[in-house]
């Protein structure tokens, strides 16, 4: 039942995600989806614990309740283009 209503969420841009910028690589990272925002608040330390492992710098990260994402990262550093305006959209549901 759950998978069933996370597929509706997303098909109607209110599930929530996960948005990590990093320095080090420069990547804009998206995890996701979630139910609810508290959902994707206790799962963050995890993404942020396995990135900064590996080196990263974490220079933003904002949970939002938002369509999915095109592309899960964005790698600027690999030659990517790492265009602030092609990130979901967002529906003001920010934490």
């Known amino acids: 039942m759950k998978e069933l209503w996370l597929k509706i969420l997303q098909a109607v841009g ?6 990590i910028i990093t320095e080090n690589p420069k990547c804009t990272y998206y995890f996701g989806p979630f139910l609810n925002g ?4 206790a799962a963050k330390a995890g ?9 990263a710098t974490i220079l933003k990260l904002e949970v939002n309740r938002c369509k999915p994402p095109e592309m899960l990262t964005i790698e600027e550093d690999l030659g990517g283009d790492l265009d602030r305006g092609t990130k979901p959209t967002l529906l003001g549901q920010g934490f």
């Open 14 to 19: 209110r599930a929530f995600w996960i948005e």
């Open 47 to 55: 993404y942020v614990e396995d990135l900064t492992t590996e080196g």
């Open 38 to 41: 508290l959902e994707a608040i």
